[in-house]
């Protein structure tokens, strides 16, 4: 319930933002030929000031890449702390969740292979799913560990998801996490290799 009125609560707040920003849009002498349009500030206002927790308006640039029909990517590790996202690097961006797709969350995504103009990436977790390896198999869920890394503050070991790749935007990444090392990202790249041999 606190979850919906959450929801509920923030698209309110953004729909409220949004008809400022368009009011005074109108009545500034400035804005005159982009009527209709909205400071460039204002979406990214919006979504830095989310909740972790945020609706579908933020899934633009985020989809499932189905390696079924695709095959696996060229994977390469060319990290470059040049502020964009490269293989090899963990980032931040919005992960749908798998039950409900308008759904999701800001998580830890290790970067993989570009497709096209976009990212291929891999959703991390810092928690341990060798105790439930089990039960997340059942679900046809199937994580690799990667240990420790810079891409979380309070040193825990981290898991990277293999049965699920995600296709992302790169304007959708929120902020430059790390660079993993390249063992074990070679080490991730074996894993999908025999996960979906």
């Known amino acids: ?3 919906l009125l959450n929801r509920i609560l923030t698209l309110l707040g953004r729909a409220a933002s949004g008809a400022v920003s368009e009011a005074l849009t109108q009545k500034s002498p400035s804005s ?3 009527s209709g349009s909205t400071p460039s500030g204002s ?3 919006a979504q830095s000031h989310g909740s ?3 609706a579908a308006p933020s899934s633009r640039g985020v989809s499932v890449y189905d390696v079924t029909a695709l095959g696996l990517p060229d994977f390469s590790y060319s990290p470059d702390p040049d502020g964009d996202a490269d293989p090899g690097e963990v980032v931040w961006t919005w992960v749908p969740f798998e039950e409900d797709p308008s759904q ?5 995504v290790l970067v993989l292979a570009r497709h096209d103009n976009r990212l291929v990436v891999a959703q991390m977790t810092s928690k341990d799913h060798d105790r439930d390896a089990a039960q997340e198999a059942r679900w046809g869920r199937f994580w690799h560990d990667v240990g420790t890394g810079d891409w979380d503050r309070h040193g825990r070991p981290s898991e990277v998801r293999l049965d699920r790749l995600l296709l992302v935007e790169p304007a959708s ?3 430059e996490g790390a660079t993993m090392n390249r063992e074990v ?3 991730v790249v074996a894993a999908l290799r025999h996960h979906h041999s």
């Open 52 to 54: 972790k927790l945020s």
């Open 104 to 108: 999701g969350k800001d998580r830890p």
């Open 1 to 3: 319930m606190a979850s």
């Open 32 to 34: 005159s030929g982009t």
């Open 173 to 175: 990444v929120r902020r």
């Open 185 to 187: 990202f070679d080490g």
């Open 43 to 45: 979406t990214e206002t």
